[in-house]
């Protein structure tokens, strides 16, 4: 079977098992996990085979046309280079991990034959993106992963944070699509095509009449699907839904299409100088901000959210100084890393029964009660922090590299501005990415307190994903020397300078939360005497921080508790006692904690912006459809209603009135004449 035929293959098994998952849920039910897992693992397995077979080499391309346009024709093609297979083994691997957790994360859930095919649907979207070489094509996935996204994040949908989730995260991403879909139809009207490798031969040959504005048209799409500021607020709030879901977004589908698609494109964006610099402070705003937003946030997930928000930023960053072989390294290394501490905390969740970390840190051995998920989170969150020899030093290592490299003059088309830009921000994003990983390493796994709850081991369908992904997590790093052919042969290894520049700032940030958490611990032991005292005036001798501390954290375990997912998923637990939590950021970020811990309100700008506008607007529309439009309509059929009444009066049935009146419109008729005539006859 050729290496094309293959390729079709990866993308259609997804789909079908999709289909026959919808189609026999309720008639077949012990098809479900079978019809979820095994089409999942298939392509999988294929797209290995694929990245195999092309072995680095050239690229693969064929291409049938779908159907004459009369204009731009629209193919049915793959597009088979290094970084589409080997992202397409990301994709297949890690929703094979989210399909197999699945079925025990939700295997009590009436809804998950659903789940599992709209999984199933996402994976096969994803990869139609990743091996399309046609635009239009491409878009399709591209849209279907957003409607998916709307119903798993909305999972849970009888409580109002899922479907708000879920819309806020369908319309975000659909205000960047708006943007993107022109942006699409610009660059195919400036090279005359759809197909990516007619469209980059054109640019290479100068055939790009408007080069800025289809590049920020084009960004602005990505930013809504890669989370991206400004559009990037819907994420956070996504993890409404089930974490499997979030681990399957935030890994390999969805938020990696925006990063992959520029990726696909860069010679269109390097066309503009001024696209580049944008895309740059873009990334570095983005960097910086998610960073500080992590380290004030109480839900493990929303930590964990914002950081790929931050790490999507790194990527976004490579890309802005040129080089998409360090944005995709960061892309597949972030993947295992990512789908690893979602689908770990997945199982603190569930053996916790609470996704705050504030509860958490009320809790004493919960690294013993879940080994599998402490060890591999370790492992996960050292990656994360990008401590060597883990896989995320050597991809944000790359990152750096590149933007040093422009920063310093040597690139041949992004701006040294643009370097500068990602360069400063990377490194201050390298810090505080290694205190929030530490402060929720803390915050989860060494609390003291009570007992936490013991339930036997998790299940192995949990734990052993767990493992599987940690292989990468630890040695992908290595493999970048190796896999050079894949990435356009360019050698992604970290320089002294950069090394030493990333590596002592996530020192300095792991210390520093580690002296700090020591610190709010000392004080959160002192104060317990005084929160539970007989005397009623010990809740005032506490300093302001550590009453601010224990409200706080009562707060977050009482909205931590009414989580949809929480009570799904997880065990009976007793209530965990409230207390004060040694909460590290809360020092390091000062007055900004409040600021960071709501995202720094951007949601609030954006609702008196647009969200209070449109909704008046759609009131005054509504007001002039309700009370003049349907006035005139209401008028024209009363009037016609009152006319038909006096017409009415006049249909008797009295044959003398109707010959009075005959007789007398003859004698008006008559008078009218002859008064015509003399007037006539007088003029």
């Known amino acids: 079977m050729s290496t094309p035929t293959l390729a079709v293959l990866v993308p259609l098994l997804p789909f079908l098992g999709a289909v026959a998952g919808l189609l026999s849920g309720r008639a077949a039910p012990g098809f479900v996990r079978p019809l979820a897992v095994l089409p999942t693992l298939a392509a999988a397995v294929l797209a290995v085979l694929v990245a195999f077979r092309h072995g680095g080499g050239k690229a693969i391309d064929t291409a049938t046309e779908l159907t004459p346009t009369g204009s731009v024709p629209i193919e049915l093609s793959?597009?088979?280079?290094?970084?589409?297979?080997?992202?397409?083994?990301?994709?297949?691997?890690?929703?094979?991990?989210?399909?197999?957790?699945?079925?025990?994360?939700l295997r009590e859930d009436p809804r998950y034959p659903s789940y599992a095919a709209l999984v199933s649907l996402f994976t096969s979207a994803m990869l139609l993106v990743v091996y399309s070489g046609d635009l239009m094509v491409l878009l399709v996935g591209w849209e279907i992963m957003g409607i998916c996204s709307y119903f798993l994040v909305g999972h849970y949908w009888e409580t109002e944070a899922a479907r708000s989730a879920s819309l806020k995260a369908f319309l975000v991403t659909k205000l960047g699509d708006v943007p993107f879909l022109i942006g699409l139809f610009a660059l195919a009207a400036d090279t005359g095509s759809f197909r990516i490798t007619k469209i980059l031969g054109a640019v290479a040959a100068g055939g790009l009449d408007h080069p800025t504005l289809i590049a920020l048209l084009l960004l602005a799409g990505v930013a809504g699907k890669s989370a991206q500021f400004p559009l990037h607020t819907w994420l956070p709030d996504a993890m409404a839904g089930p974490t499997p879901v979030s681990a399957l977004i935030h890994a390999a589908t969805m938020v990696a299409a925006g990063v992959y698609f520029i990726a696909r494109l860069l010679p269109v964006f390097a066309a503009s100088r001024a696209a580049l610099v944008v895309m740059a402070v873009m990334a570095a705003v983005t960097m910086v901000g998610s960073a500080l937003a992590a380290l004030a946030q109480d839900d493990i997930k929303r930590v964990l959210a914002y950081s790929t928000v931050g790490q999507l930023g790194y990527m976004t960053g490579a890309l802005a100084v040129g080089d998409r072989s360090a944005a995709v390294f960061h892309l597949l290394s972030h993947g295992a890393f990512k789908a690893l501490l979602f689908l770990g905390a997945g199982v603190i969740i569930h053996a916790a029964g609470t996704n705050s970390l504030a509860a958490m840190s009320r809790m004493d051995g919960l690294a013993q009660r879940i080994p599998d998920a402490f060890w591999t989170m370790t492992i996960a969150l050292l990656a994360l922090a990008a401590i060597p020899p883990f896989a995320g030093f050597f991809s944000k290592e790359a990152v750096l590299v590149a933007a040093e490299h422009t920063a310093t003059g040597h690139s041949e088309f992004a701006p040294s501005t643009a370097g500068w830009v990602v360069l400063v921000a990377g490194v201050l994003t390298a810090l505080l990415t290694a205190a929030y990983a530490t402060r929720l390493w803390l915050l989860a796994f060494r609390g003291r307190g009570a007992a936490a709850p013991d339930h036997g081991k998790e299940p192995v369908a949990m734990t052993g994903v767990l493992w599987l992904l940690a292989i990468p997590s630890v040695g992908f790093g290595l493999a970048a020397g190796p896999l050079a052919d894949w990435f356009d042969g360019k050698e992604l290894t970290p320089t002294v300078t950069t090394s030493v520049l990333g590596t002592g700032a996530a020192v300095i940030g792991a210390a520093l939360t580690y002296a700090l958490w020591q610190?709010?611990?000392?004080?959160?032991?002192?104060?317990?005497?005084?929160?539970?005292?007989?005397?009623?005036?010990?809740?005032?001798?506490?300093?302001?921080?550590?009453?601010?501390?224990?409200?706080a954290a009562t707060a977050a375990a009482e909205s931590a508790a009414e989580t949809p997912e929480v009570a799904k998923v997880t065990h009976e637990h007793p209530a965990v006692p409230a207390g004060p939590a040694p909460d590290p950021g809360r020092a390091l970020l000062g007055p900004l904690h409040r600021h960071a811990a709501d995202g720094f309100h951007l949601d609030a700008v954006y609702d008196r912006l647009f969200v209070r506008p449109v909704r008046g607007a759609a009131s005054l529309v509504r007001f002039l459809d309700r009370e003049v439009v349907e006035t005139y309509v209401r008028g024209a059929g009363t009037g016609t209603g009152l006319l038909g009444s006096l017409v009415r009066r006049a249909q008797t049935g009295n044959v003398q009135s109707y010959l009075s009146a005959l007789l007398a419109g003859a004698v008006v008729l008559a008078i009218a004449t002859a008064v015509l005539a003399n007037v006539n006859a007088g003029s």
């Open 78 to 105: 793959l597009h088979l280079d290094g970084f589409a297979v080997l992202v397409a083994v990301l994709v297949g691997v890690v929703a094979t991990c989210v399909q197999l957790y699945s079925t025990a994360y």
């Open 519 to 551: 610190r709010a611990t000392a004080q959160a032991v002192a104060a317990v005497p005084a929160v539970a005292g007989p005397t009623p005036g010990a809740a005032a001798e506490q300093p302001a921080a550590v009453a601010a501390a224990v409200s």
